[in-house]
């Protein structure tokens, strides 16, 4: 199983936006003309015709560059259209790092992605001594962290403390598995900490006991995913000001006798 954050597990927010304003755009022109087709609106916007279908029904990647020539036929706000094309040539910048087996203490440890993000803050703390008592660690420990960081090519220090070179990542097929578990379990002991030691009003634990049906687990994954991803983006508007992790687990409780077996056969 792979293991990843956010914004390499799902489709980037301005990819969404985009297309989910081409499909409004198209509809409150069909409210005005019932007859307008989606060829005639693949003409307006100087796209064919199955490019179009193929983007609107997610068949088909938004690259940047389309991304901009569409940005330029749709008819938006300045700022908007200012704040797209930040979003879209950001992206074009930033490197996608492809993490080895080597990177098992990255999967392991949730304080290292912790780290990094922190200093993605609006208002960052610029040193290992700034950083540590915001995420609860020891100096000693965000200062290996820091170092594990730089040597994997996330961070690069600059006069004054540090930056961020990329948040995008995933993994390769060979992380072990128990790897992954260590990473699961970190994060639930995170969260009992955050149930015990955070005020209510900061967090949020929901959980409901239900029936279904098993084999619709990948759905299930799937619709997980987009479900963090909107997350993301309601807290993504405003300044940036704290660091999150999110937990959604989903898991039968009345499996364990069925493991139990398979564990003894």
């Known amino acids: 199983m792979n293991f990843y954050p956010i914004n390499e597990m799902t489709i980037p927010m301005w990819k969404q936006e985009i297309i989910s304003i081409l499909k409004r755009d198209l509809s409150e022109i069909k409210k005005k003309n019932p007859r307008y087709s989606l060829r005639a609106y693949s003409r307006k916007m100087g796209l064919g015709f199955g490019s179009l279908s193929d983007l609107i029904n997610r068949k088909r990647d ?79 420990k965000v200062k290996k962290g820091i170092k594990v960081l730089e040597g994997f090519g996330f961070l690069k220090r600059v006069d004054g403390g540090f930056v961020f070179t990329t948040n995008h990542w995933h993994t390769t097929d ?11 379990l970190d994060g639930l002991k995170l969260a009992a900490r955050a149930v015990e030691h955070l ?67």
């Open 62 to 140: 938004l690259s940047p560059q389309l991304g901009k020539k569409i940005l330029e036929r749709l008819t938006l706000e300045k700022d908007q259209q200012k704040r797209f094309v930040g979003l879209i040539e950001r992206d074009e910048e930033r490197k996608v790092f492809l993490l080895s087996q080597d990177a098992q203490c990255l999967i392991e440890n949730w304080y290292y992605f912790a780290i990094l993000n922190i200093l993605q803050l609006e208002v960052a703390p610029k040193t290992a001594k700034d950083i540590a008592p915001r995420l609860g660690l020891s100096e000693s």
């Open 174 to 184: 060979g992380i072990p598995s128990s790897s992954v578990r260590k990473a699961h």
């Open 199 to 265: 005020p209510v009003e900061s967090r949020d634990v929901t959980s409901f006991v239900f029936n279904g049906n098993s084999h619709q687990m990948e759905k299930v994954r799937l619709e997980i995913r987009k479900f963090i991803q909107k997350i993301n983006k309601i807290m993504s508007v405003g300044e940036a000001d704290t660091v999150y992790k999110f937990n959604a687990q989903l898991f039968p409780i009345d499996r364990w006798l069925q493991k139990n077996n398979d564990l003894n056969k």
